[in-house]
């Protein structure tokens, strides 16, 4: 990047749906700083999909591990506190927008542990039951 004076960026994937309808938060320095950042539940699933697009070596491995955590933690967290519907809004449109789409966050899906998956998959199941959607379309229950 040139206007960085040569400093090296690789491209954000899937940018656009992470920082469609950012939130505003605050930045702890001093007396605060106001931010915009990604939503929350739109982080989440962005998480989900780069996790299963991150190379095989011990690195990409690695970044891949600590995405899904990151993803986990923050569903485990709005299913805690009840936006639910808010995570299923976002898991629908990012699986609503095509095979490459839904082939990733199957395969993140798939690679949460046992109890982890039916908790996640059964809670956004009610909710997407809640917003007139068909769960199996988004292979829940």
């Known amino acids: 990047m040139p206007a960085l004076g040569g400093a090296a960026a690789q491209p954000l994937r899937f ?3 992470l920082i469609y309808h950012p939130i505003r938060a605050v930045l702890l320095h001093g007396a605060g700083v106001a931010v ?3 939503a929350p539940e739109r982080f989440a ?3 989900l999909i780069v996790a ?3 190379l095989t070596d011990k690195d990409g491995t690695a970044k891949s ?3 899904l955590a990151q993803s986990v933690a923050i569903m485990e967290a709005m299913i805690e506190t009840r936006r639910t519907e808010d995570l299923a809004e ?3 449109e990012a ?3 095509g095979p490459a789409w839904k082939d990733a966050i199957r395969k993140s899906v798939g690679q949460l542990e046992d109890d982890v998956r039916a908790r996640i998959q059964s809670s956004l199941g009610a909710s997407i039951r809640m917003l007139k959607g068909d769960p199996a379309k ?3 229950r």
Request: hydrophobic letters at 25%; proline letters at 4%.
């Open 65 to 67: 591990r600590k995405d």
């Open 15 to 17: 940018l656009d749906y």
């Open 36 to 38: 915009n950042v990604p």
């Open 90 to 92: 976002a898991f629908m």
């Open 45 to 47: 699933i962005h998480k």
């Open 95 to 97: 699986y609503d927008r």
């Open 138 to 140: 988004y292979d829940c």
């Open 52 to 54: 299963s697009r991150r």
